[in-house]
């Protein structure tokens, strides 16, 4: 097992933080891994990653993926960048035989995705998209209980992803508003999220049809914009090409139902991301605002205390969470970034693929393209199709 993985990050923006923090807390909480050192952080913008390298403790930067992922000091290449540059990026990184983590979606399409796959499978590469939400405690517990039977066969899935953060007309138009570097709107972003988590929890796609809106159609032009922040001079004005909100209907391989929204009009929901899944034999719920609570419905119980139970997981017992604080300490959004670096790591030692692989991504972005293929035609798609 090598001793130390050398790590180089492209994007210092928003998820370039999140990941930064992660490669930071690793070997502080998690033992038997390789120490993760922060090699080279690499943003086409100079003096953002000057700045951020010396605040996210990264050794060098660099302006260029290009000369970084060539770079014999470089083991592991982390894509944290907007999604129409997510195939450039991985391409050179497999051609120079770097194992890759990549943010989600994989890419902004299917066909992009697909190259992908194939690239990291031909070089043989170890590689991960980092769909996070399957690393919170709360969901790992809710994948042991559906694994075990706990709560029969599923009959039905509804996932919803709300946020509020579009809602001002005045917001200015940033790259998640623009097709050409976002792919989609809501869709790409947040419903990526509850389809992956669908899938892990659920089962595999057999057909969808949706629906999506776009409310506000116009936007004033940024000045300046930084992860979910951005401000203007409110003067010059431009299009926004992507979605608001997305929604579909859902049919599984294995008979279950679903519905999912996504959405940033939701009044009031900052990042509501929830799932609920209801079998023969009892009920899971899970909302990432409570993220380390799981409520369980038991259909088992004396109907006179028959009811949702929350429960914290917090205890040792529950996944990565031995690592962290004594029972009942509650873990927040950035530790599920760190999780999926201690699976990288680990999988790295192991010689084993990580998951959720590149093939995940692909399976995510058929179902997202059905969707948009659905939306497009208005008829129900399979997943066959794509």
């Known amino acids: 097992m090598k001793d130390t993985i050398n790590v180089g990050l492209v994007g210092a923006s928003f998820m370039g933080k999140a990941h930064s923090h992660a490669y930071l807390d690793v070997n502080f909480f998690f033992d038997g891994l390789p120490k993760a050192v922060k090699k080279i952080l690499c943003d086409n913008n100079e003096e953002l990653v000057k700045a951020n390298a010396s605040k996210y403790q990264w050794e060098s930067t660099l302006t260029s993926y290009e000369e970084m992922v060539k770079r014999d000091d470089i083991d592991l290449v982390d894509v944290c960048v907007p999604g129409n540059l997510h195939k450039d990026v991985v391409l050179a990184a497999a051609k120079a035989g770097k194992d890759i983590i990549c943010e989600k979606p994989l890419a902004n399409n299917l066909a992009d995705a697909r190259e992908m796959l194939d690239a990291v499978n031909k070089a043989g590469v170890k590689n991960m998209v980092a769909f996070c939400y399957r690393r919170v405690p709360a969901i790992q517990l809710a994948k042991k209980l559906i694994s075990e039977g706990t709560i029969g066969k599923i009959n039905h899935v509804r996932a919803v992803y ?21 792919g989609t709107g809501s869709h790409g972003d947040l419903n990526a999220h509850i389809v992956d988590l669908a899938r892990f929890l659920v089962g595999e796609f057999d057909n969808v049809v949706g629906m999506d809106k776009t409310f506000i159609k116009r936007r004033p032009l940024p000045t300046q914009a930084s992860g979910l922040s951005a401000k203007t001079d409110g003067v010059a004005m431009g299009d926004v090409t992507v979605d608001d909100a997305t929604l579909f209907l859902a049919n599984f391989k294995n008979g279950a139902i679903g519905s999912f929204e996504g959405t940033r009009f939701a009044g009031g929901h900052k990042n509501d991301e929830c799932i609920e899944i209801n079998g023969t034999e009892g009920s899971l719920k899970f909302r990432f605002e409570r993220m380390n609570e799981l409520e369980y419905w038991s259909m088992k119980e004396d109907i006179n205390v028959q ?4 429960i914290l997981v917090t205890e040792a017992t529950h996944p990565y969470m031995k690592a962290w604080w004594p029972a009942g300490h509650v873990i927040g959004y950035e530790h599920n970034i760190v999780h999926e670096v201690r699976d990288m790591l680990e999988a790295i030692a192991a010689d084993k693929m990580p998951e959720p692989s590149f093939e995940d991504g692909v399976k995510c972005q058929e179902v997202l393209e059905a969707v948009e293929k659905s939306i497009a035609e208005k008829r129900w798609v399979s997943i066959d199709e794509m």
Request: no cysteine.
């Open 307 to 310: 009811g949702f139970r929350t």
């Open 162 to 182: 709300l946020q509020d953060w579009l809602m001002d007309p005045n917001f200015p138009l940033v790259w998640r508003l623009k097709k050409e570097s976002a």
